[in-house]
């Protein structure tokens, strides 16, 4: 039963974007009673959509609205139209997460605290304590059905995790295993235990992998409380003359605009379209854009250090089957500035199809050096890089006039350039990656430039004082009451951890706090 | 345009063609196979054969797979056969043999060594030409569902299952 609301209540919270932010938060909301209309941009597409198959999956659920970059990024080189490799559906970027659902560690929420001053760094702590979100955590660990916590069994270890804990093993590493993952181990909340199919990237066909699109988006439906429009690409967020939002103007599925009136307005489209909406939305009261009294709207964008080593062996690995991401090493995740850099990283498995992986493990190579990489395809292992990498101003998202979309507005321009500190710690990894992989045998190693993002995080940054961020420990944003960010770029700084499952937790929490608020008659 | 796989008898092929430098038959409006085993043969429309054929060298000299037979290279770039595709790749061809003539050589087909070849490729990597072809080749040649066997690679799973009772853990030399 979904709840039809009319453009022009404005009784309702819209949100915007269905993702792990905004498609947990319609939810939350929804459970309270509270009447939410949320607008995807995406269509929606569930396990029986999923395609299997690399490319042509890409071409169903990637987000491949025209883009521009800059900076000294390698992916500015090799995919200028492509920044980020995220999702354009009902459940966003959940379908194609990998599942890997990490609590930050405490000291990475008072990340300017205990790394100092580090130049060009634009650090920042949290305005929030560790303390407050342990419940959080543990509710969204338990919406997700996360592996390794309560008491939710480890998924078993696939060829290439045996390969990968053997090297670990040898290195020294202790913390080792098949990761904490929103992927079933056993039937769980009506999901189904994983079948170690791959595929993990493209949409989870046998729904044991959670994704916001058939847990939480059809649980909001049923309260009669949450409205989806799907295909509705929102353009801008209007306000009245006190500064309030007052609704938001979108191109609906037939392609006809639209004004649906709002109290609440929540931005969840990921921390590039978040921003670009922000500054879309300009005004004559507003002229920098909406929330941007700080001049911090679009800046501090982060896309944590990554990086892969893949190696090829004497003997078959077939990394390719069973779970895409579940193995995971963090001793290398502490903050040990002994190393040359600041923060942490996790190393954790991964593998790629022989299409992607022609395309990305070395973008642009050809000749005898690279295809005798990919001879050895089936001979391959892989693993991941992610860690903290530098807020820096100068890193951000911003309107290119020169560029419309297909609505006419001003595309997003995402520069970026590396802090020296995200150069030494992906350097450390990869040596720590291959010197893994030789003790295992290799006959050789590949270290992997960075993919487009799938990590954007930092764009709207949660501050305690109004001058250094947009929003505050609420996501709510500083200059307008009943104006929210509820997706990754509210990340003040972004730990050494996927961040999926920080999303869902200040989801859950903002929830909380809009609906307390909403009460009090404050918003 | 048409790829076809014993479409024309290779009596026909060699009565009608003449071969080139490189592995290939080239005849009137079609490229094909040379050596005994091949049975293939791409009929092109808008493209010169010669041309089509030396456009299938460099896509094999770009990614060099010895496992993979020239079929899959035509497949991969038997799309620049069109009218809108053909006057570019007729020019990038043209200076790509321009380059041959250059060492001595009256084609890019008749340069005997891959190492020669590629290094005519490398005098012209940053072209637009060059960079159209290597960048096509990657979705082209990777991406046929045909080629992943060759590799080893066995696409999805899910119609049988998935791995759980079929050996996603079946290691056996660690």
Redesign the interface.
């Known amino acids: 039963m979904t709840a039809p609301f009319d453009l022009n209540d404005n009784s309702v919270v819209v949100v915007i974007g269905t993702g792990a932010g905004g498609g947990v938060l319609a939810n939350e909301l929804a459970q309270k009673g509270v009447s939410v209309v949320a607008l995807e941009a995406g269509g929606r597409y569930l396990p029986e959509d999923y395609i299997n198959d690399e490319w042509e999956s890409f071409g169903q659920l990637a987000w491949t609205d025209a883009r521009t970059t800059s900076g000294d990024w390698r992916v500015a080189k090799d995919f200028s139209g492509l920044p980020a490799w995220i999702v354009k559906a009902v459940g966003g970027t959940t379908t194609h997460w990998a599942g890997a659902s990490l609590r930050f560690q405490d000291h990475e929420w008072k990340a300017k605290t205990t790394y100092g001053e580090v130049q060009g760094a634009n650090l920042l702590d949290w305005p929030i304590d560790p303390r407050e979100m342990d419940d959080y955590y543990t509710k969204a660990e338990t919406k997700l059905g996360v592996t390794r916590t309560g008491d939710r069994a480890g998924l078993p270890g696939n060829n290439n995790f045996k390969v990968f804990e053997k090297g670990a093993q040898a290195l020294g590493y202790e913390e080792v295993h098949t990761g904490r993952m929103a992927i079933n181990s056993a039937d769980y909340d009506e999901r189904p235990a994983c079948q170690q199919t791959g595929f993990c990237f493209q949409g989870c066909k046998w729904g044991a992998k959670w994704s916001a699109a058939y847990t939480d988006i059809p649980r909001g439906e049923a309260t009669g409380n949450l409205e989806v429009r799907e295909r509705a690409h929102v353009l801008r967020i209007e306000h009245d003359q006190q500064g309030k939002v007052t609704g938001v103007v979108y191109v609906d599925a037939d392609g006809n605009q639209q004004e649906q009136k709002a109290r609440v307005v929540c931005v969840a489209g990921n921390s590039i379209e978040s921003p670009r909406l922000l500054l879309n939305s300009a005004s004559a009261m507003f002229s920098d854009g909406l929330a941007n009294s700080s001049g911090q709207v679009g800046r501090n964008y982060m896309r944590h250090v990554t990086g892969s080593v893949y190696a090829t062996f004497d003997q078959p690995v077939r990394m390719w089957r069973g779970t895409t991401m579940a193995g995971i090493i963090q001793d290398e995740a502490r903050h040990a500035p002994d190393r040359g850099f600041v923060g942490g990283y996790e190393l954790e498995t991964l593998a790629l199809g022989l299409p992607f992986m022609a395309a990305f493990l070395d973008p642009g190579g050809w000749g005898r050096e690279f295809t005798t990489a990919l001879d050895h395809y089936e001979n391959m292992a892989g693993l991941w890089i992610v860690g903290e990498d530098m807020p820096q101003e100068t890193n951000r998202i911003t309107l290119n006039h020169a560029v419309t979309d297909q609505h006419g507005l001003p595309v997003a321009d995402v520069h970026f350039d590396d802090h020296p500190n995200d150069v030494a710690m992906r350097d450390h990894a990869y040596r720590q990656g291959m010197a893994l992989y030789d003790a295992v045998g290799a006959t050789r190693t590949f270290p992997t430039p960075p993919y487009p993002s799938t990590h954007n995080l930092g764009t709207n940054r949660m501050s305690a004082n109004a001058r250094d961020g947009v929003v505050n420990a609420h996501g709510q944003s500083h200059d307008i009451a009943n104006l929210f960010v509820s997706d990754g770029s509210q990340f003040t700084t972004g730990a050494a951890e996927n961040p999926t499952l920080t999303i869902v937790a200040l989801a859950i929490r903002q929830a909380d706090f809009i609906a307390a608020e909403m009460n009090r008659q404050n918003i | 345009m048409t790829f076809r796989k014993q479409g024309i008898t290779r009596r026909q092929l060699l009565s009608q063609g003449a071969m080139a430098g490189a592995g290939f038959v080239i005849g009137a409006g079609f490229v094909a196979g040379k050596a005994e085993a091949a049975n293939w043969a791409l009929e092109v429309q808008h493209l010169q054969p010669e041309t089509m054929a030396t456009l299938i060298q460099m896509a094999r000299d ?4 010895d ?1 993979v037979s020239d079929e899959f290279y035509a497949v991969a770039v038997k799309g620049y056969d069109s009218a809108e595709a053909a006057p570019a790749i007729e020019a990038g061809i043209a200076a790509l043999n321009a380059a041959a003539q250059g060492i001595g050589y009256a084609r890019y087909i008749d340069v005997g060594w891959e190492r020669d070849r ?1 290094d005519l490729l490398r005098g012209m990597e940053n072209s637009a030409f060059f960079q159209q072809i ?1 960048g096509g080749l ?2 082209g ?3 046929q569902k045909a ?2 066997p060759i ?8 119609s049988e ?4 009772y ?6 056996n ?2």
């Open positions: 770009i990614y060099p797979h496992q590629v290597r990657v979705t040649l990777y991406n080629v992943w590799f080893g690679y066995e696409g999805e799973s899910f299952g998935g791995y759980l079929r050996g996603f853990d079946d290691i030399w660690l």
